[in-house]
């Protein structure tokens, strides 16, 4: 078992998200990701057009999982306090929140769960195959 990765989080129109993006690549949740590793350090940001549109969390785990992505990865666009975990969990290391959500709720959503099973972009061996 393992605990949930870190994300940091904040809200749109904020002078704090627009920092994030000042300098990140965005990239259309229609396009291809970029796999020739040139981006790997960069920030990313990823756009969720609508939330029950979840191309964004693909492109987070291939960033992460198979690209070996080591900058921040910032999800952007309709994002709602309940998708804050798997965020976290496919690899996003920052997330603008729409700006009618909690940040206090999002923070308690984080901390619902303290350990999973899944494996995840962060713990690729299943924990209960793993001899701790």
């Not at 870190?6 to 396009?31: G, H, M, S, V």
């Not at 979840?54 to 306090?81: E, F, H, K, M, N």
Request: proline residues 4%.
């Amino acid at each position: 078992m393992h605990t949930t990765p870190e994300i940091q989080l904040t809200t749109a129109n904020t002078a704090e998200a627009a920092a994030w993006l000042r300098e990140a690549l965005a990239i259309d949740n229609t396009a291809e990701v970029p796999i020739d590793g040139s981006h790997t350090s960069q920030a990313i940001s990823l756009n969720f057009p609508k939330f029950t549109d979840g191309r964004a969390y693909s492109q987070a785990a291939l960033l992460r999982g198979r690209l070996g992505a080591t900058g921040p990865l910032i999800a952007t666009g309709d994002v709602l306090v309940d998708q804050v975990l798997q965020m976290a969990r496919c690899g996003f290391s920052h997330a603008i929140l729409r700006a009618d959500q909690s940040l206090e709720a999002a923070q308690r959503q984080l901390a619902r769960y303290s350990r999973f099973y899944q494996v995840d972009a962060y713990q690729i061996e299943a924990p209960l195959r793993r001899e701790d």
